[in-house]
């Protein structure tokens, strides 16, 4: 690859359309890179299939529903937010006086000082004001993203080095740690959002000035690791170090430079690679989100650079986790941490399960997966990670969001608190948020998949194409898509059968023209299309059991890919009581006991007696006793207690 004119470009200089080419929509969407660039077209690809393209986020645009609730509300967080408090600890690294006081939680919070992940915050503030930007055009984002990142420079500068950190002697402690030397914290986990923060800032709302600031830190990592050995390397790697393999890789598609590339590959954790390529599940005991980044990392490595081994490690291991250890909802583990199958029902009760960044970290390798082979069980966990441990994630109030999701019959959802949290899915959550509208659309050169049934507005500026779909999903099972064009257009339109749906109906302009009995498929309508061409698909919604692997007398129930919660008689939540500060003292805030009523019979009988109640996605059953158990989608569930797993009875 020629590699002059990336490397060597004045600091500042904006991208060109020939160097813009390498990045790869389709690998780089859902890792958070160039969801707003059109000039993208995909990268290498060892995975099989042709490869989709991800539509830019400001080419799509929520219409009314949940999905644009939810958005609006972290838009509102994202601007109630101080730049300069995030910005303290990296002035004060860079021996400049802060512009405002460091806030509370993990970002100051003093039985967090040693663990080194202040300054995360940051980073994901810029990723998440990037991907907002985009997706709702908000001009005052685009200000603080200008402010934040001329500041970042300024601490360069000032240091005299490319590092910037926030954490307590960042220098210091990267020395300490480059030298082998035992160290507490994380800090090459903390530094990966910092870069991806950059990297979002520069690709996803155009900031310039964003690339010289990466880049300046990213050299620093490149000569600061350059003495150790792969042996030295693969050590430092045994502690959490976030998706640094997927950052050198995005940065070796944005320059061509080798050193990145080389880098990308020594960032990737062998001790996960290899079992994981062999098609071997070694994750037991492993802490979750630490590897579910690596793996990321390792299918954007595939993508860059044509290895086919990262590509099956990260293929097994979204297999291995979706099929063998997750929830129902789409989440997986026990107090962040994977377990041996075989014990699912000492820990599914537990108030720590289901990590919120592992939902969406598990979300950006599902998207990389689909767009290079488009296959429909992927866009179906997609939507029940979505709706359930997305949408499921936020307060509807106040627009704070969980840490942990477990099924505890009885307790209640926890979130963080605006100004004294700043956990990690604090930051993640600034996100999650923001990218609904990259899931919900793709296409190659023939034609457009529809992988989500959001309502929104796709602007298809090439094919002078806008597609309105409009739906009350998951309130009903219809959606319906209209063209507006200006000339007419031949096209394949790909329609997801979800999984849930034993049948899918398509309807063009009234006339049925397809019928599917084949659920978790895609369903092709080729055609010329017209101006005012209007698509309606139908399909069938019904409670069913969802057995918890290995144990068929303990399971929950889902209403198409909704996960239903028990709604539970208990002690009323007060204001604010479920905000809170200390994610690790989840399971011990509003704790009082709970009765949980009990469910009889196979879990198949429980779900037959399940039945609508009358508001959309409201359900009632006979419990055990007699007495009348209400369900509610757990997605709209908050300040009250619930459960979403039961321990079912033998039959009466």
């Not at 880049?215 to 042996?231: E, G, I, K, Y």
């Not at 063209?483 to 997801?496: G, K, V």
């Not at 009765?595 to 055990?624: C, D, M, N, Y």
Request: aromatic content about 8%.
């Amino acid at each position: 690859m020629d590699t002059a004119c990336a490397c060597h470009r004045p600091h500042g200089m904006a991208l060109t359309r020939r160097e813009l080419a390498p990045l790869g929509l389709a690998g780089m969407a859902l890792a958070g890179v160039p969801v707003s660039l059109r000039a993208a077209s995909p990268g290498p690809a060892p995975a099989a299939g042709a490869g989709l393209s991800a539509f830019a986020l400001d080419r799509v645009r929520l219409l009314d529903g949940p999905w644009r609730d939810a958005q609006q509300r972290t838009l509102a967080y994202l601007l109630s937010l101080d730049p300069d408090r995030l910005l303290h600890g990296f002035r004060v690294n860079a021996g400049l006086p802060p512009r405002g006081a460091v806030y509370g939680g993990w970002e100051s919070r003093p039985d967090w000082a040693d663990i080194h992940c202040q300054g995360h915050t940051l980073g994901h503030y810029l990723s998440g004001c990037a991907l907002m930007f985009a997706a709702t055009g908000d001009p005052r984002l685009r200000q603080r993203l200008d402010h934040i990142v001329a500041e970042l420079a300024a601490c360069q500068k000032a240091a005299g080095s490319g590092l910037v950190c926030a954490f307590p002697e960042g220098p210091r402690l990267m020395a300490a740690m480059l030298a082998g030397q035992p160290v507490t914290g994380v800090p090459w986990y903390t530094l990966h959002k910092v870069f991806a923060g950059l990297r979002d800032a520069g690709l996803v709302a155009g900031v310039a000035a964003a690339r010289p600031v990466l880049l300046a830190l990213a050299d620093w990592t490149v000569v600061a690791t350059r003495p150790l050995d792969d042996a030295a390397f693969e050590a430092m790697l045994a502690i959490e170090h976030g998706g640094m393999n997927e950052v050198f890789a995005d940065l070796h598609a944005l320059t061509g430079r080798e050193d990145y590339a080389r880098l990308a590959r020594r960032f990737s954790h062998k001790a996960l690679l290899t079992p994981l390529a062999q098609g071997q599940d070694h994750l037991d005991g492993l802490h979750a989100n630490t590897q579910v980044p690596k793996v990321v990392g390792f299918q954007r490595v595939a993508e860059t650079q044509g290895d086919a081994d990262y590509a099956r490690a990260a293929a097994f291991f979204w297999q291995t986790v979706v099929s063998t250890r997750s929830y129902a909802g789409g989440g997986h583990g026990d107090g962040e941490f994977f377990f041996p199958v075989a014990d699912f029902a000492a820990h599914v009760f537990s108030a720590k399960g289901s990590e919120t960044c592992g939902i969406h970290n598990m979300l950006k390798l599902t998207q990389m997966l689909l767009l290079r082979d488009p296959q429909a069980p992927l866009a179906d966990f997609a939507e029940r990670a979505l709706i359930n441990g997305i949408l499921g994630s936020q307060d509807p109030e106040s627009g704070m969001v969980t840490y942990f999701q477990g099924a505890r019959p009885g307790y209640v959802k926890l979130f963080c608190t605006p100004e004294d949290s700043f956990w990690c899915c604090t930051g993640t959550g600034m996100e999650n948020h923001a990218k609904y509208g990259s899931f919900i659309y793709a296409h190659d050169d023939r034609g457009l998949w529809v992988n989500q049934f959001i309502a929104s507005r796709l602007a298809w500026p090439e094919r002078g194409a806008v597609l309105t779909q409009r739906t009350r999903f998951p309130e009903a099972p219809t959606t319906t898509l209209a063209w507006q064009l200006r000339r007419p257009q031949a096209l394949a339109l790909h329609l997801r059968h979800p999984g849930w749906s034993p049948w899918l109906e398509v309807r063009v302009n009234g006339a049925v023209v397809a019928r599917s009995d084949r659920p978790s498929s895609y369903v092709t309508v080729e055609q010329t299309w017209h101006d005012g061409d209007a698509v309606e698909l139908a399909m069938a919604m019904a409670v069913e059991a969802v057995p918890l692997p290995g144990h068929a007398d303990i399971a929950a129930f889902r209403y198409g890919p909704v996960v239903l919660a028990g709604l539970l008689d208990g002690p009323a939540i007060a204001p604010g009581a479920d905000l809170v500060v200390n994610e690790r003292r989840y399971g011990e805030y509003c704790d009082a006991p709970v009765p949980v009523p009990q469910l009889a019979g196979r879990a198949a009988e429980v779900a037959a007696r399940i039945k609508p109640s009358g508001p959309p996605l409201e359900f009632t059953t006979p419990a055990a006793d007699g007495a009348t158990l209400r369900f509610a989608p757990y997605h709209r569930v908050a300040h009250r207690h619930f459960a979403t797993y039961w321990k079912l009875a033998p039959p009466a």
